[in-house]
């Protein structure tokens, strides 16, 4: 690809600051956007988020006042690049709604990532978060309906699927072993770096949403749900975060930063749509490209290096969204009985090799000690309708009810594990 940062021409810094006018956008149309439209728009708030919180921590790191004001003149310009993007949500669509938007990029965009990602350890890890995370689109999807009274395709418009991944209350776990083997910032891909960051963003404000809007639901059980389910998403930061390499400097990971910003804004700005969409992801893309020059700069002030020897000459395209059924449904019948090996080893394994003490079995009954919400989501549509909703073919319901008997019989062989006959309300 021919398009280098670092030798683009950005917009100035002095030439970024906008009106309110331009700032506080008109929002998309919640009947007519395209789905990964907002899938886009989600994802780009917590990259934004993301970039905002680490130059506030930097800042509070640095004993260096010039430092500071470069540092917070863009981080300045990274929160109005927020507000942008997260007031192009209109305000009639509901949480639930937003919810199953913020699941379909976590399941569309952990699977992109899988594919094109040049190391095997980041990209199993991937794929176990994969597993977990399109459960929780087919829990939120049944409370869409039972709520709303509308199916999920509404939001997903039948590019991903809704049925059972990994039962949610199994993915419960000691923080400890959510630790992974971080890479090596020597050897590792720019694309593994910019891969990850994009996923520990999204993951991140996935919780941070969650913990802002989970409780505005009166139904209990829902409320439940989210807290559930949000203490997962605390997990998945704790685990791809932990992918990154410790050593890297405050430089370095400021550069990273601003070219995961890039790469990101540049893939929106390639695959969108919507015109109007499509100015925003160029404009922010050219204000970042700008961001970088300062972060090179400082990087050759305080370690004499030159951006390139991290980030390469070239941008990678960690967004795609499109429809990933065929990868999810080959992730879920091959790995939905893998889990992590132990708190000490880093690894996986599968349900029918796990220990009796195994760490996790611990977390997962004092949580579940008195149901877990998610399967108490499922009793509840059952009662309501007879059966849970599947947005799917024939074949694909099929599919479904065979990838569920492969999954049960697997789950009954961990010992251990509460069967979701024995919750109570």
């Not at 395709?153 to 990994?166: A, K, S």
């Not at 996923?199 to 639901?217: D, K």
Request: proline share 4%.
């Amino acid at each position: 690809m021919s398009f280098n940062p670092l030798k683009e021409k950005g917009i100035p810094v002095e030439k970024q600051m906008r009106t309110w006018h331009e700032i506080a956008k008109r929002p998309y149309n919640k009947a007519f956007v395209d789905c990964y439209s907002r899938t886009r728009q989600i994802l780009m708030n917590g990259i934004e988020v993301e970039a905002w919180n680490f130059k506030h921590n930097l800042s509070r790191l640095l004993d260096d006042v010039e430092t500071n004001k470069i540092i917070g003149s863009t981080r300045r310009i990274e929160d109005m690049h927020q507000t942008t993007v997260n007031w192009l949500i209109p305000a009639c669509q509901s949480v639930l709604e937003s919810t199953l938007g913020y699941e379909q990029v976590a399941v569309d965009l952990t699977s992109w990532l899988a594919q094109n990602e040049p190391d095997d350890y980041v990209r199993e890890t991937f794929n176990f978060g994969l597993l977990e995370d399109f459960d929780h689109l087919y829990r939120y999807s049944q409370w869409y309906y039972m709520i709303e009274g509308e199916m999920p395709d509404n939001i997903l418009q039948g590019q991903t699927d809704v049925f059972p991944g990994r039962p949610t209350q199994n993915h419960h776990n000691p923080s400890s072993m959510r630790l992974r083997k971080s890479y090596n910032k020597e050897t590792a891909s720019p694309q593994t770096k910019v891969n990850i960051l994009t996923l520990v963003a999204g993951e991140q404000q996935t919780h941070n949403f969650y913990a802002e809007h989970g409780f505005m639901y009166g139904n209990d059980v829902l409320r439940r749900t989210y807290a559930e389910i949000k203490d997962v998403e605390e997990e998945h930061v704790t685990m791809y975060e932990s992918l990154i390499d410790p050593t890297e400097t405050i430089w370095e990971k400021l550069v990273l930063h601003e070219y995961c910003e890039i790469c990101n804004y540049y893939n929106c700005m390639q695959d969108e749509t919507d015109e109007r969409l499509k100015s925003i992801w160029e404009e922010f893309m050219l204000h970042e490209v700008e961001h970088l020059h300062i972060a090179n700069k400082l990087l050759r002030k305080f370690e004499k290096r030159d951006a390139e020897e991290i980030i390469g000459d070239k941008v990678y395209m960690p967004c795609t969204f499109k429809s990933q059924k065929e990868y999810v449904q080959n992730i879920l019948e091959n790995e939905i009985d893998k889990r992590m090996d132990g708190e000490d080893k880093m690894g996986y394994t599968t349900i029918n090799k796990l220990p009796d003490d195994w760490e996790s079995y611990d977390v997962q009954e004092t949580l579940g000690a008195d149901g877990a919400p998610t399967e108490q989501s499922i009793v509840l549509i059952m009662e309501h309708i007879g059966r849970d909703i599947v947005t799917a073919s024939d074949e694909l319901q099929k599919k479904e009810a065979k990838l569920m008997e492969k999954g049960l019989e697997k789950l009954a062989q961990a010992p251990n594990t509460v069967q979701p006959s024995e919750y109570k309300f």
